[in-house]
């Protein structure tokens, strides 16, 4: 899977998880956390579909809100963890 696909998969997950309103037109730079759409206990959740779909551990250290704040600083983290 390229980073493209995995973009787009994230993106639909956390569309399709965490947003009601259909018309929240979210990309790839928009703010998850700081924007309120993705709350803690959503991004704890987030981090388990990462580590089981992509079969990664990320640290602690690493999962935080900063991270987790748009789908392209997802990946970034992501990236660090696959092969």
Do not use: C, H, R, W
């Amino acid at each position: 899977m390229d980073l493209d696909e995995i973009k787009e998969l994230v993106l639909n997950y956390v569309k399709n998880e965490y947003l009601d309103d259909e018309e929240i037109d979210l990309d790839y730079d928009t703010p998850l956390i700081s924007s309120g759409y993705v709350d803690s206990f959503s991004m704890v959740s987030l981090l388990v579909f990462l580590e089981n779909k992509f079969k990664i551990k990320i640290p602690p250290s690493k999962a935080t809100p900063e991270a987790f704040d748009s789908v392209n600083k997802i990946i970034a983290l992501v990236d660090q963890f696959t092969g």
